[in-house]
C-alpha cells in the first residue's frame, strides 16, 4: 500500500460525457503528478501540481484540466470523452525536494475508466 | 530528456538472480537514474535510484557503469512475485516527471 488513495476504482460512462477522478496525496506529501496509460501510447505524464500551483504539463488534451485543493487532494476533469480516453489514470505524489536532490514517486492503484 | 534502452523481454527462473540491462548513452551529469517497476493490475512502484555510484537497498542492487551510459538493475532472488514491466528511467535533478518507456518485461518461472 502506497499511502496513495484514488476513486473511483471503475468508470463506465459514454462518449461526450463529463467525468472527475480523485487523487488524495500520502500524508504530508505537497506534490500531486497524474499519468494516464493506455494500450498504444503506454505510461504517459499529464500534470503535476505542488501546494495548489500547476509546476508542469505534459501531454494533456484542453478537454482535460486538473487542480489540487487546500488539502492538498487532487481532482482531475476529463470533458467531452471520446473513446480514445478509455485508459487506466494514475495519481502519484512526492515531497517536493530541493533542487540538488530527487524525489520518490508513489503510485495510487489508479481508476479504470472506459467510455462506450 | 535523455533516452534509455532496455529489453522488451526478460525470463528469469525462481530463486535465480536477474539482471536487467538499461543502456543511457546520451546521460548527462545531473540525471539521476531510476528503477521503477509495474506488477500486473498495479500502479507503478519505486525500486531504486542513483547517480554516480552503486546503491543497494532491500528491493534491489544498482550498479551503475563508471562512464555512466549504462546501468543494471539486480534481483538477487527473484520470486514469483517480481514479475512485472521495470522501468529504466532518467531524471534531472529536482522534482520532475517520470517518462516511462516501454520498459522490460520481466517473468519469473517457478
Known amino acids: 500500500d502506497s499511502g496513495v488513495t484514488q476513486t473511483p476504482k471503475h468508470l463506465i460512462t459514454a462518449t461526450g460525457q463529463r467525468v472527475t477522478l480523485r487523487c488524495s496525496p500520502r500524508s504530508g506529501d505537497l506534490s500531486v503528478y497524474w499519468y494516464q496509460q493506455s494500450l498504444d501510447q503506454g505510461l504517459q505524464f499529464l500534470i503535476h501540481?505542488?501546494?495548489?500551483?500547476?509546476?508542469a504539463k505534459g501531454n494533456i488534451l484542453e478537454r482535460f484540466s486538473a487542480q489540487q485543493f487546500p488539502d492538498l487532494h487532487s481532482e482531475l476533469n476529463l470533458s467531452s470523452l471520446e473513446l480514445g480516453d478509455s485508459a487506466l489514470y494514475f495519481c502519484a505524489s512526492s515531497e517536493f525536494g530541493t533542487s540538488g536532490g530527487t524525489d520518490t514517486q508513489y503510485f495510487g492503484p489508479g481508476t479504470r475508466l472506459t467510455v462506450l | 530528456d535523455a533516452k534509455t534502452t532496455q529489453p522488451n523481454s526478460m525470463e528469469s527462473n525462481e530463486e535465480e538472480p536477474v539482471h536487467l540491462p538499461c543502456n543511457h548513452s546520451t546521460i548527462s551529469g545531473t540525471d539521476y537514474i531510476h528503477w521503477y517497476r509495474q506488477l500486473p493490475s498495479q500502479g507503478p512502484e519505486y525500486v531504486i535510484h542513483?547517480?554516480?555510484s552503486n546503491v543497494n537497498n532491500r528491493m534491489a542492487s544498482l550498479a551503475i557503469a563508471e562512464d555512466r551510459k549504462s546501468s543494471t538493475l539486480i534481483l538477487h532472488r527473484a520470486t514469483l512475485r517480481d514479475a512485472a514491466v521495470y522501468y529504466c528511467i532518467l531524471r534531472r535533478s529536482g522534482n520532475t516527471p517520470l517518462v516511462f518507456g516501454k520498459g522490460t518485461r520481466l517473468s519469473v518461472i517457478a
Open positions: 542513483g547517480l554516480t
Open positions: 501540481y505542488y501546494n495548489g500551483e500547476e509546476r
